[in-house]
């Protein structure tokens, strides 16, 4: 039980430093390519919460500039599976 907990800790605190990152990056991705994105920059932060539940149930799409520019910085792959390792979300 202890080690499950422990698992899970881990896992949330990536799950933090990702979402933290990916909200930078998408920010970031806005400005640098608005033609890439429908929302304005106001809707961000409602975006960043959507992609956080989507992530969460496996439904979401990593192929935007946010997403990439997020594993960049993470030192990951631009992948579905480095990114679900990262979080823990694979084994």
Do not use: C, W
């Amino acid at each position: 039980m202890f080690l499950q907990k422990v698992v899970a800790d881990i896992a949330n605190n990536k799950f933090e430093e990702f979402m933290k990152v990916y909200g930078d990056s998408l920010k970031e991705a806005h400005k640098k390519y608005p033609e890439m994105y429908a929302f304005p920059e106001a809707e961000i932060p409602k975006v960043i919460e959507r992609m956080a539940e989507a992530i969460k149930k496996g439904s979401y799409n990593h192929e935007g500039k946010g997403f990439q520019m997020t594993a960049k910085k993470l030192g990951i792959k631009h992948t579905k599976k480095a990114i679900e390792e990262f979080l823990g979300l694979r084994k």
